[in-house]
T-cell receptor
Framework: DQQVKQNSPSLSVQEGRISILNCDYTNSMFDYFLWYKKYPAEGPTFLISISSIKDKNEDGRFTVFLNKSAKHLSLHIVPSQPGDSAVYFCAALHSGTYKYIFGTGTRLKVLA | EAGVVQSPRYKIIEKKQPVAFWCNPISGHNTLYWYLQNLGQGPELLIR????????DSQLPKDRFSAERLKGVDSTLKIQPAELGDSAVYLC??????????FGEGSRLTVL
């Protein structure tokens, strides 16, 4: 039973365009959501997060949108840069359990 | 500020041999996690410590896996004996009061 799903294993985008990475979850008890970025042979690094009381959080080129009724969140990267090429994981947290559940990741390739 | 440090980065062993991984979390982070990441998957929690106490080890295969966090700082994850299916990346992460996770670079285990 996969509680956090990233249905697109890969995505290719031209440099300068928008990248949209999607994530769906099933557990309505999740109240905090995060995106992590992972380069090969490195550990995941925190990118951006959003609390369930918000529907949008923005940090520079990165914006995360949360649609609680649809149990869906998305990460927008604008404009995309070649250095953004990595695997992106979404994660969800139920603050009562402090257990992070990760999706399977989406590999983003930004083409120069 | 130093990040989460893990060693060894790579380990190749034959099945039935023991193996141990070490993690030094970010200074001041009281919560430490061990995650397992299989190829093409997201990280999956093995065990979570708050200070010295293992507060969630429900997904740790206790017949062959063990972990300890003496003095609430460094931690060691051990597998004995290793099986072919244990080949994966073992990630250590730390956080302050269950905030965002900071990951180490991981220890890649290959069991032959």
């Amino acid at each position: 039973d996969q509680q956090v799903k990233q249905n697109s294993p890969s995505l290719s985008v031209q440099e300068g365009r928008i990248s949209i990475l999607n994530c769906d979850y099933t557990n309505s008890m999740f109240d905090y959501f995060l995106w992590y970025k992972k380069y090969p042979a490195e550990g995941p690094t925190f990118l951006i997060s959003i609390s369930s009381i918000k529907d949008k959080n923005e940090d520079g080129r990165f914006t995360v949108f949360l649609n609680k009724s649809a149990k869906h969140l998305s990460l927008h990267i604008v404009p995309s840069q070649p250095g953004d090429s990595a695997v992106y994981f979404c994660a969800a947290l139920h603050s009562g359990t402090y257990k992070y559940i990760f999706g399977t990741g989406t590999r983003l390739k930004v083409l120069a | 500020e130093a990040g989460v440090v893990q060693s060894p980065r790579y380990k190749i062993i034959e099945k039935k041999q023991p193996v141990a991984f070490w993690c030094n979390p970010i200074s001041g982070h009281n919560t430490l996690y061990w995650y397992l990441q299989n190829l093409g998957q997201g990280p999956e929690l093995l065990i979570r410590y708050e200070n010295e106490e293992a507060v969630d080890d429900s997904q740790l295969p206790k017949d062959r896996f063990s972990a300890e966090r003496l003095k609430g700082v460094d931690s060691t994850l051990k597998i004995q004996p290793a099986e072919l299916g244990d080949s994966a990346v073992y990630l250590c992460a730390s956080s302050f009061l269950n905030g965002e996770l900071f990951f180490g670079e991981g220890s890649r285990l290959t069991v032959l």
